[in-house]
C-alpha cells in the first residue's frame, strides 16, 4: 500500500491505518525501530499508533459514527404518520407543505417545521395537488382606428422608489418610445393618472382634446357609446384600481381616449412600459436612493429630456423617442444605411487602388 509523506491528518480512513501499523511493525521487525522511534519519523503520536493497534485486534479499525444512530431531535414515528394523514386530509384545500406546517399547529395535531413536512412528504412520495391551471383568457386586440403611428397609442403604469416613499406614474407613446409625462405623488389613484394625461396631452401639442363641455356632460353620469367626438387616442394600461375607477374612465372619454386593459397576470400585454421602468431604474440606479420627493421630481424630469432626446434607443432602431416621434427617425436609419454603403464602396475602392500602385 502507497503511503504519502507529510504529517498524518487528525482523520484517516481504516485502509490508510492498516498501512501505517503494516508500516511500524515492518520496521520494528526488520530494523529493530521502537514504537516512538517510528511515530517520530511519522509525524504522529505513539498513544495514536497503539489505539489503533487495540482496534485493529478488535475488529473495528475504521472510525464509528459521531453521535448517536438516531438524532435525539429527529420525528417520532407517530408525527410522520399525522404528517402524511394531514396532507390526505388538507392537501385539496392548502396545496402548500408550508400551509400544511401550520395547519398542523392550528388543528394541534403536530408541530413541525415547513421543511420537516416537505421532507416527509417526499419520502412518503405524496404529491400535493397542484393548483389548478387558470383558464387562458384570448388578448383583447387594438381597435382598427388605433394605428401604430406615433401619437396615436399611449400605454402607462406606476412604479415605486423606496428611499423617497413615492411612486410616479409615467405616460410613453407606444410607438415612438417618447416619455410624455409623469406625476410624482404619496399615493395611486384616478387623480395622478389625470395630471400625468392633462401633461402628456400638453406635451405632445393635443391640449385641444381636454374638452370642459364635454367633461361636464360625462360626470352627469352616463359614458356615451359611438360619440364621434371619442375616441382619438388609445391608452394601453393594466387592470389596477386607479386605471379601471369610473373616474378614470369618466376623464379619458372626456379627453377623447379610449380604454385597453391587458390581461390579468400577463405584464407582456404592457412589455412596453415595463421595459421602460426597467431600463430607467437599471440605468439611474440613484433614483432608488433619492429620499426627497422633490429632488426626485426634478430628477425624473432632468432624464426625461435626456431619455427623448440623447438616449438612442434600440426597439426604435437606435434613433431617440424625440427623433421617431416627430418623424426624423426613418430618415436618420436611411442615412446611416447610404453611409455604410458607400462606406463599404470606399474601403473598396481604397484597396483596389493599393494593389494597382504594389503590383
Given amino acids: 500500500m502507497g503511503l504519502t509523506a507529510g504529517v498524518v491528518p487528525p482523520r484517516v480512513d481504516a485502509p490508510v491505518k492498516a498501512g501505517l501499523l503494516e508500516l511500524v511493525a515492518h520496521a520494528q521487525a526488520q530494523a529493530g525501530w521502537s514504537l516512538r522511534r517510528s511515530a517520530a519519523v511519522l509525524g504522529i503520536a505513539h498513544t495514536r499508533l497503539l489505539r489503533w493497534a487495540a482496534r485493529a485486534a478488535a475488529g473495528c479499525l475504521g472510525d464509528a459514527r459521531p453521535g448517536p444512530a438516531t438524532p435525539l431531535h ?7 404518520e399525522v404528517i402524511v394523514t394531514l396532507a390526505e386530509e388538507w392537501g385539496e384545500v392548502d396545496r402548500s407543505h408550508r ?31 397542484a393548483a389548478p391551471a387558470r383558464e387562458p383568457r384570448p388578448k383583447a386586440p387594438w381597435p382598427d382606428w388605433a394605428e401604430l403611428t406615433p401619437g396615436v397609442i399611449w400605454i402607462y403604469d406606476f412604479t415605486h422608489f423606496r428611499a423617497s416613499k413615492r411612486c410616479a406614474v409615467a405616460v410613453l407613446d407606444v410607438v415612438s418610445r417618447l416619455w410624455l409625462s409623469t406625476c ?9 393618472v389625470e395630471v400625468a394625461f392633462t401633461e402628456a396631452l400638453i406635451t405632445d401639442g393635443k391640449a385641444h382634446l381636454l374638452d370642459a363641455a364635454l367633461l361636464d356632460e360625462l360626470h ?7 360619440d364621434e367626438r371619442i375616441p382619438v387616442l388609445l391608452a394601453v394600461s393594466d387592470n389596477g384600481p386607479q386605471m379601471t375607477s369610473r373616474a378614470t374612465a369618466v376623464f379619458m372619454a372626456g379627453a377623447r381616449i379610449a380604454q385597453h386593459f391587458g390581461r390579468p397576470s400577463t ?10 421602468f426597467g431600463h430607467l431604474k437599471g440605468e ?36 431617440t423617442p424625440d427623433d421617431e416621434h416627430h418623424g426624423r427617425g426613418e430618415k436618420i436609419r436611411a442615412a446611416r444605411r447610404d453611409g455604410l454603403t458607400t462606406a463599404h464602396q470606399q474601403r473598396v475602392a481604397t484597396r483596389r487602388e493599393l494593389r494597382q500602385d504594389h503590383p
Avoid: C, M
Fill in 74 to 80: 429527529a420525528l417520532l414515528d407517530w408525527e410522520r
Fill in 99 to 129: 400551509k400544511l406546517a401550520h395547519r398542523g399547529s392550528r388543528l394541534e395535531l403536530v408541530y413541525v417545521s415547513e421543511s420537516t413536512v416537505w421532507r416527509v412528504l417526499v419520502a412518503a412520495g405524496v404529491v400535493l395537488p
Fill in 184 to 192: 410624482v405623488s404619496a399615493e395611486e389613484s384616478s387623480t395622478q
Fill in 220 to 226: 352627469t353620469g352616463v359614458l356615451p357609446d359611438n
Fill in 267 to 276: 405584464p407582456n400585454d404592457q412589455a412596453w412600459i415595463e421595459s421602460f
Fill in 284 to 319: 439611474f440606479p440613484h433614483l432608488e436612493k433619492i429620499k426627497d420627493p422633490g429632488e426626485l421630481e426634478r430628477e425624473l424630469d432632468r432624464l426625461r429630456e435626456h431619455y427623448n432626446t440623447v438616449r438612442l434607443h434600440e426597439g426604435i432602431g437606435y434613433v
